[in-house]
């Protein structure tokens, strides 16, 4: 029963200290291990100590997978070489240059000691990346970069560390460097290939499965399964959790019925956010006991505060050396994709600062051998680290990137590259629909047609504004919205007389369900849009958009088509060929694209204020 309550009294604490830091607008990780840290010294609070066996295998598979799941592995790929660097080349500069300071302050600890805390406090985290980058807005390409650095990191710090180690149990120098460096492309190699065993044998199995709660199940088993298979044969279960949840999270499209996805995108949503926040929660439960350690420590206190200090200062420092020198292959000198300049030096900076430790640097450093001398003081600098780089750069992160102007995703971007992709896929469609060979005398074809048209026409709508009046798709939602309410009512009334059976009644309420859901993301994505109206220029370009300059109206703002015949128009666009304002498609008579089957002028732009995009006819691409 203790056990128990104590399980629930931490998932209570973890939900509702979550809840407030979203309620004031921080990252939660910091006031977790803020509150854990408190509590630690709560009466009636017991003693936790994290084994590095709970985390290294109870927690780290679930959190990188969840991970690895979510990370798009085309961007992955287009950033695998400063991935790499960050990954391999910084955890291995780290490594060296805080055994450098640890042995100058403590050389009584010895090289092999001193290295083996240089490796458990060189990798940062992933779930601190991911979860204090997303929540302040960082640009994607470095939440990717960092993300993508925090999956792999610990495979080269663990096997550093695990080199380390050896040494020290038997009292001998350290391995040479190519030694290391073999030990390590043996563990990334063969995770690699029990990665992808794997993904080939789950993959091989989703042919066969449509259940949905039986894929689930397998999904939760894979990373368990991917981590114990690669270090049993002395590989990396990092590397092969990682390439497995890369691989099956590209490859769920296909291989996954589209109930599977959303089952397992929601369980692990779930799984992550109860596991990451818990994790920074069991961070600052280790503070009191770890005092008490050091506390009977032989060395000074002065020395003891030192050499934490000095390596928390280190691991900033020597992250910093690394990336600005490797600028030029770390950050690529050509324009971005995203935004057509080059990056600027500041999104090094965020990057070089963004290096929060975690509950792997804290786990890794209990590994360490009671044997080694003042350990005690070893794991002090562990927690040092993890909390001070957490509170330093966690708190910090944030203002740094609004001072130094970094422009977080943009809302109105998403939005005009989302309604794009539909009008792509809608393109397909029609031209699957028209190759369809099938009698139709109830006229399915033009129902479908329409229904995709009002799916693109909502997508497009959010991209304009109304002059405060509620635009068409907002007066859909609202209405529909209580509408689905009455709907609901009246089917929970039927289930309260016991004449429908169960089952039919809890599916009639997930069809509704699901329908208001779609209906609530969509609101979220028209306010996000209202919210950010700044434009930048983004998407893909054809011979007809890079011949066509951008060109601002002469005339009034008004689809003078409409002005005619009395009616009304939700936004406005403009022919770049002619300048003939007319209405978009989410009008009621779509003058702007009747203009272009008349004239075939391919090319207009929006009018509408703040927004300067264009979009292709032909080509349906926007630039």
Same mark, same amino acid.
């Given at each position: 029963?203790?056990?128990?309550?104590?399980?629930?009294?931490? !998932?209570?604490?973890?939900?509702?200290? =979550?809840?407030?830091?979203?309620?004031?607008?921080?990252?939660?990780?910091?006031?977790?291990?803020?509150?854990?840290?408190?509590?630690?010294?709560?009466?009636?609070?017991?003693?936790?100590?994290?084994?590095?066996?709970?985390?290294?295998?109870?927690?780290?598979?679930?959190?990188?997978?969840?991970?690895?799941?979510? =990370?798009?592995?085309?961007?992955?790929?287009?950033?695998?070489?400063?991935?790499?660097?960050?990954?391999?080349?910084?955890?291995?500069?780290?490594?060296?240059?805080?055994?450098?300071?640890?042995?100058?302050?403590?050389?009584?600890?010895?090289?092999?000691?001193?290295?083996?805390?240089?490796?458990?406090?060189?990798?940062?985290?992933?779930?601190?990346?991911?979860?204090?980058?997303? +929540?302040?807005?960082?640009?994607?390409?470095?939440? =990717?970069?960092?993300?993508?650095?925090?999956?792999?990191?610990?495979?080269?710090?663990?096997?550093?560390?695990?080199?380390?180690?050896? !040494?020290?149990? =038997?009292?001998?120098?350290?391995?040479?460097?190519?030694?290391?460096?073999?030990?390590?492309?043996?563990?990334?190699?063969?995770?690699?290939?029990?990665?992808?065993?794997?993904?080939?044998?789950?993959?091989?199995?989703?042919? $066969?499965?449509?259940?949905?709660?039986?894929?689930?199940?397998?999904?939760?088993?894979?990373?368990?399964?991917?981590?114990?298979?690669?270090?049993?044969?002395?590989?990396?279960?990092?590397?092969?959790?990682?390439?497995?949840?890369?691989?099956?999270?590209?490859?769920?499209?296909?291989?996954?019925?589209?109930?599977?996805?959303?089952?397992?995108?929601?369980?692990?949503?779930?799984?992550?956010?109860?596991?990451?926040?818990?994790?920074?929660?069991?961070?600052?439960?280790?503070?009191?006991?770890?005092?008490?350690?050091?506390?009977?420590?032989?060395?000074?206190?002065?020395?003891?505060?030192?050499?934490?200090?000095?390596?928390?200062?280190?691991?900033?420092?020597?992250?910093?050396?690394?990336?600005?020198?490797?600028?030029?292959?770390?950050?690529?000198?050509?324009?971005?994709?995203?935004?057509?300049?080059?990056?600027?030096?500041?999104?090094?900076?965020?990057?070089?600062?963004?290096?929060?430790?975690?509950?792997?640097?804290? !786990?890794?450093?209990?590994?360490?051998?009671?044997?080694?001398?003042?350990?005690?003081?070893?794991?002090?600098?562990?927690?040092?680290?993890?909390?001070?780089?957490?509170?330093?750069?966690?708190?910090?992160?944030?203002?740094?990137?609004?001072?130094?102007?970094?422009?977080?995703?943009?809302?109105?971007?998403?939005?005009?590259?989302?309604?794009?992709?539909?009008?792509?896929?809608?393109?397909?469609s029609h031209k699957v629909l028209a190759e369809l060979k099938a009698d139709d005398p109830y006229g399915v074809a033009d129902l479908i047609r329409q229904r995709i048209e009002q799916r693109n026409?909502?997508?497009?709508?959010?991209?304009?504004?109304?002059?405060?009046?509620?635009?068409?798709?907002?007066?859909?939602?609202?209405?529909?919205?209580?509408?689905?309410?009455?709907?609901?009512? +009246?089917?929970?009334?039927?289930?309260?007389?016991?004449?429908?059976?169960?089952?039919?009644?809890?599916?009639?309420?997930?069809?509704?369900?699901?329908?208001?859901?779609?209906?609530?993301?969509?609101?979220?994505?028209?306010?996000?849009?209202? !919210?950010?109206?700044?434009?930048?220029?983004?998407?893909?370009?054809?011979?007809?958009?890079?011949?066509?300059?951008?060109?601002?109206?002469?005339?009034?703002?008004?689809?003078?088509?409409?002005?005619?015949?009395?009616?009304?128009?939700?936004?406005?666009?403009?022919?770049?060929?002619?300048?003939?304002?007319?209405?978009?498609?989410?009008?009621?008579?779509?003058?702007?694209?009747?203009?272009?089957?008349?004239?075939? $002028?391919?090319?207009?732009?929006?009018?509408?204020?703040?927004?300067?995009?264009?979009?292709?006819?032909? $080509?349906?691409?926007?630039?």
């Open positions: 029963m203790e056990i128990a309550f104590l399980l629930v009294a931490i !998932a209570v604490t973890v939900l509702t200290v =979550t809840a407030i830091a979203g309620r004031i607008g921080i990252a939660a990780p910091i006031p977790l291990i803020l509150v854990g840290w408190v509590g630690s010294y709560l009466p009636g609070v017991p003693t936790i100590h994290l084994e590095p066996e709970v985390v290294l295998l109870g927690l780290l598979p679930p959190l990188l997978y969840a991970a690895a799941l979510s =990370t798009s592995l085309v961007d992955f790929n287009a950033n695998r070489r400063p991935i790499l660097l960050l990954s391999v080349g910084l955890v291995a500069f780290t490594t060296v240059g805080v055994a450098v300071v640890v042995h100058e302050i403590l050389p009584e600890v010895g090289w092999a000691a001193a290295f083996a805390i240089g490796a458990v406090v060189a990798p940062p985290d992933a779930v601190a990346a991911t979860a204090i980058g997303r +929540r302040i807005g960082l640009p994607r390409r470095i939440v =990717t970069i960092l993300e993508g650095e925090s999956l792999l990191n610990d495979a080269t710090a663990l096997v550093a560390l695990r080199t380390a180690i050896a !040494a020290a149990g =038997t009292a001998g120098a350290m391995a040479p460097a190519w030694e290391v460096g073999v030990d390590f492309a043996l563990a990334a190699g063969g995770g690699l290939v029990v990665g992808i065993a794997g993904f080939l044998l789950v993959a091989k199995m989703r042919k $066969h499965v449509t259940d949905p709660v039986l894929d689930t199940g397998i999904s939760l088993v894979v990373p368990f399964a991917t981590f114990i298979a690669a270090e049993e044969i002395h590989a990396s279960g990092v590397v092969a959790v990682v390439v497995a949840g890369l691989l099956l999270g590209h490859k769920a499209p296909i291989l996954q019925t589209a109930q599977s996805r959303i089952a397992e995108r929601m369980n692990w949503r779930t799984l992550a956010f109860m596991l990451e926040n818990t994790v920074f929660l069991l961070i600052g439960l280790q503070a009191h006991w770890l005092v008490d350690d050091v506390r009977a420590s032989t060395l000074p206190t002065g020395t003891i505060v030192g050499v934490c200090l000095a390596t928390l200062v280190a691991v900033v420092v020597l992250r910093m050396a690394w990336v600005f020198p490797v600028r030029y292959l770390l950050i690529r000198p050509g324009p971005d994709p995203a935004t057509g300049r080059p990056p600027p030096a500041s999104y090094t900076f965020l990057i070089g600062w963004a290096g929060m430790r975690g509950v792997v640097t804290l !786990a890794a450093a209990f590994i360490i051998p009671d044997t080694v001398p003042h350990r005690e003081v070893l794991l002090m600098i562990a927690f040092t680290v993890v909390a001070g780089t957490l509170l330093l750069q966690g708190l910090s992160l944030g203002w740094l990137a609004r001072r130094l102007n970094v422009p977080a995703p943009d809302p109105m971007d998403d939005a005009l590259a989302r309604a794009t992709l539909l009008q792509q896929a809608s393109k397909a026409f909502a997508a497009w709508e959010r991209l304009g504004t109304t002059a405060g009046e509620e635009s068409p798709a907002a007066l859909y939602a609202r209405v529909r919205e209580e509408m689905i309410e009455a709907e609901r009512r +009246r089917v929970l009334e039927i289930r309260s007389t016991g004449s429908v059976p169960s089952e039919v009644v809890s599916d009639v309420l997930a069809m509704l369900d699901i329908e208001e859901s779609m209906l609530d993301a969509a609101e979220q994505e028209r306010a996000d849009v209202e !919210a950010e109206r700044v434009r930048r220029p983004v998407g893909q370009a054809c011979d007809h958009l890079l011949s066509t300059p951008l060109a601002d109206p002469a005339g009034e703002l008004e689809c003078g088509a409409c002005l005619a015949i009395g009616s009304r128009w939700v936004a406005l666009r403009m022919c770049l060929a002619c300048g003939e304002i007319g209405c978009c498609d989410s009008s009621p008579n779509r003058h702007a694209s009747a203009h272009f089957h008349e004239s075939t $002028h391919p090319v207009m732009r929006s009018v509408e204020p703040g927004e300067d995009w264009r979009w292709c006819f032909v $080509h349906h691409l926007t630039a």
